[in-house]
């Protein structure tokens, strides 16, 4: 399956969906003005990836700020993901956060307690 | 000669004056009146992190403050009314400012909203205002699991996010223009 790559800008996230590389990440800031736009060919590639998922798969969110309306698209993509978990296979996330961000530590936990599936919290400095 | 003495003694040079003796008198640091784009919301927010960089040394403070802002501006630019017609202007004009307090910051805004609108405004801000900590923290999960995106591209979730946030009840007041709509005011602090 082809690699969804999206650079960063200064209101959208840098999107890594590259399963040839085993490679899947989130990371930046999101608060774009329409957000189904940013996030439809996102929710498609992975609406196509759940067809024939990696026999292991990490998400890995890497986020410095995100809006109130990204932050429902942030959901609709880990209920996606719990989609893939349910079918059996192998899929996790890690939520990474700057250690003294206790916002978006608790951002984390909080999405972690309304997916079921694995979800990893992980602090740098 | 005459016509520059007139100018320097004009009731225009006094507001010049006077708006600069208050804004440093209320140590604002960042005051704007007029539509409010997505590129205004971008150029406000980054503008503001640098100079909180500067003088902020929390790292959630500062990230409040941020958060707070992107919301308010947001808010104006997708959710006010035209102040004649009152039917939705996208993008919204509208009054934003940032200042400093004694240990925190205040985000204001202003902007012209159907007087319609007003009984659904106050409730979603006084519902929100009254709420302790954990309550506010399940209603986030419960409203999070209900949101839709509407077509303004919102998910209804600015108010609970700003008062969950900075722990703050949300200032508010709507000043009547006319029959139509009335000015919304809306005041948070972040410390």
């Not at chain 2, 699991?145 to 900075?166: C, N, W, Y």
């Amino acid at each position: 399956m082809e690699a969804l790559l999206i650079e960063a800008t200064d209101d959208t996230p840098k999107v890594v969906l590259d399963p040839a590389n085993n490679n899947f990440e989130f990371s930046g800031k999101s608060l774009p003005e329409d957000v189904t736009t940013f996030y439809g060919p996102v929710m498609d590639w992975l609406d196509q990836y759940a067809e024939s998922p990696n026999d292991k798969t990490v998400v890995k969110f890497n986020l410095v700020y995100f809006n109130t309306a990204s932050s429902k698209l942030i959901l609709d993509i880990l209920f996606k993901l719990e989609e893939i978990h349910d079918e059996g296979h192998d899929i996790s996330v890690e939520w990474h956060y700057q250690e003294e961000d206790e916002d978006m530590e608790e951002a984390g936990e909080e999405y972690g307690e309304l997916v079921e599936m694995p979800l990893v919290l992980k602090s740098y400095e | 000669m005459e016509e520059s003495n007139d100018f320097g003694n004009s009731p225009f040079m006094e507001f010049v004056y006077s708006v600069h003796e208050n804004m440093v008198k209320n140590d604002i640091m960042l005051i704007y009146e007029g539509e409010v784009n997505q590129d205004i919301t971008k150029t406000f927010t980054s503008l503001t992190q640098k100079n909180l960089d500067e003088e902020e040394s929390s790292l959630p403070i500062k990230k409040r403050v941020y958060h707070v802002m992107v919301e308010c501006l947001q808010n104006i630019g997708k959710h006010s009314d035209n102040a004649e017609s009152g039917k939705p202007e996208i993008p919204g004009t509208g009054i934003f400012m940032v200042s400093k307090s004694t240990d925190g910051y205040f985000v204001v805004t202003g902007n012209p909203v159907a007087n319609s609108r007003i009984d659904e405004i106050t409730e979603m801000i006084e519902t929100v205002n009254q709420m302790d900590k954990d309550e506010i923290k399940a209603y986030y999960k419960k409203k999070i699991l209900e949101s839709r995106i509407s077509d303004k591209g919102g998910a209804g979730l600015g108010f609970i996010d700003i008062v969950k946030k900075t722990g703050n009840k949300i200032d508010f007041h709507f000043r009547k223009i006319n029959d139509i709509a009335s000015f919304f005011i809306m005041k948070t602090y972040i410390n």
